[in-house]
């Protein structure tokens, strides 16, 4: 136990200068700057979309700055010795995948809510040129297909794909924006409502919460915290 | 599909590897280099013996290539990870602090890296350990869990996937309850309110909710 001891302090000494460091983190109010450049949006950008029930905001700017920059990149490689090649390839190749990653991310929400989407011009924003057009066109599909089957043998009356009824029913499947979401505090926000009738939480940079998505919506929204 | 079932279900582990890779490492390179331009910004130049930082998929390359050390992140350190496992172990205890990618960091460095690192057995030893001490922590999390929220601080990311199932599918169940009991309820006030002469109503409502009223 005598021996453990002095290990202990230097743990300790290493613990303290951590919290310290993040201690002063902690002060600045504003999220990471560091933290801001094309790639670093992009890769909190998917990471939220995965973890978001809903699409939110497409990240056009930074998506296309890097694909402009992937191709400068590519251009570059030829005339570089083997080894920098080799490095900036597959730099180039990382980027790719996140950019790919991103868009599945988005897509996987258009088609299982598809109708929802297009549904309001609220919600056409967040979807990029492309992507509407894939939403159009899959929408187009999935109807045909669904007359052809069976929908053109009903009454007419029984042939809508978008019926909303009093009491609140609804045939277009929406996402559940009550989902549980993981996030995490990226600038401290101070003391948080989570609910009218619950005392507010102190929300420091670094806490991390599970709790519904539609309560730490507009934060996710300002930036404010990421989800996880 | 445009995502895996696995996916839909958080991430899977080459993409939490992904994520950890683009964290920072320092290195000692062993062979003179340029600085290279890469998409995220400059790293290096790469002056030997003097220690820079890389992305660890950049280290992990040069270390594979015989280009360079990687310096063992001070977390990383038998002695540190021995006064983490006392810590978790202490009796309500949170849980210590840890980078959020720590379990993917280790990973790969023990992987490629493991003459860098000082007594690679006991760190290996030492970060089950700790593992299993959070494992067993977060599972009696899952006693807490409410409709609402949950502060959960310094889990790490694959620790936080490795629960996102279980976690997120009780918190929604719950939160369907939640809502049940407050239908029921608010019903059951209204029910008073109106008094008997609405009886009939009700006795229809409760053959079709019959979930909530037998609560």
């Known amino acids: 136990m005598e021996t453990a001891d002095p290990h202990a302090d230097v743990a300790m000494d290493v613990e303290e200068r951590a919290e310290a460091e993040t201690g002063s983190e902690a002060e600045s109010s504003v999220g990471d700057d560091a933290e801001d450049d094309d790639l670093s949006v992009l890769m909190r950008a998917w990471v939220n979309e995965r973890g978001a029930p809903e699409l939110l905001e497409y990240e056009g700017a930074a998506l296309e700055n890097l694909m402009e920059l992937v191709e400068f990149q590519t251009q570059r490689i030829a005339s570089q010795p083997a080894v920098v090649a080799n490095i900036l390839r597959m730099d180039v190749d990382r980027v790719k995948y996140l950019v790919r990653s991103y868009l599945r991310a988005r897509l996987a929400k258009i088609e299982r809510h598809t109708a929802h989407y297009l549904g309001s011009p609220e919600h056409r924003a967040r979807l990029s040129q492309n992507e509407l057009d894939y939403a159009q066109g899959f929408a187009a599909l999935e109807e045909r297909h669904l007359r052809r089957s069976f929908l053109d043998q009903l009454d007419p009356h029984l042939r809508r794909l978008d019926e909303t009824a009093a009491e609140g029913m609804d045939m277009v499947p929406r996402p559940d924006l009550d989902a549980a979401v993981f996030c995490r505090v990226r600038a401290t926000v101070g003391e948080f409502q989570f609910d009218a009738s619950e005392d507010p939480i102190v929300m420091r940079r670094n806490n991390i919460f599970i709790t519904r998505y539609s309560i730490v919506r507009s934060l996710l929204a300002d930036g404010k915290v990421e989800l996880i | 599909m445009a995502t895996s079932e696995a996916q839909q279900e958080g991430f899977t582990m080459p993409e939490l590897e992904y994520l950890a890779q683009c964290e920072d490492v320092t290195i000692v390179p062993l062979h003179r280099m340029e600085r290279l ?152 006030h209204r029910g008073s309110q109106l008094g008997p002469a609405d009886d009939s109503q009700y006795a229809d409502d409760a053959d079709d909710d019959d979930f909530a009223y037998a609560r």
Request: glycine content about 4%; overall charge positive; some cysteine.
């Open chain 2, 37 to 188: 331009e890469l998409v995220r910004g400059a790293v290096g130049p790469f002056r030997p013996p003097q220690k820079t930082q890389v992305p660890l998929w950049l280290a992990v390359m040069l270390k594979r290539a015989n280009r360079c050390r990687i310096v063992a992140p001070a977390w990383l350190g038998a002695d540190h990870l021995r006064a983490l496992c006392r810590e978790e172990d202490a009796p309500d205890a949170l849980f210590t602090r840890l980078p959020p990618h720590y379990l993917e960091i280790a990973h790969a460095l023990l992987a490629v890296a493991e003459d860098d690192l000082a007594d690679a057995q006991a760190v290996r030893r030492l970060l089950q350990d700790l593992r299993e001490t959070r494992q067993t922590k977060t599972r009696e999390g899952l006693k807490l869990l409410n409709s609402l929220q949950l502060q959960m601080d310094n889990l790490s990311a694959a620790e936080i996937n490795e629960i996102r199932p279980l976690f997120g599918r009780s918190f929604d169940m719950l939160r369907r309850l939640d809502a049940l009991a407050a239908t029921a309820a608010d019903r059951a």
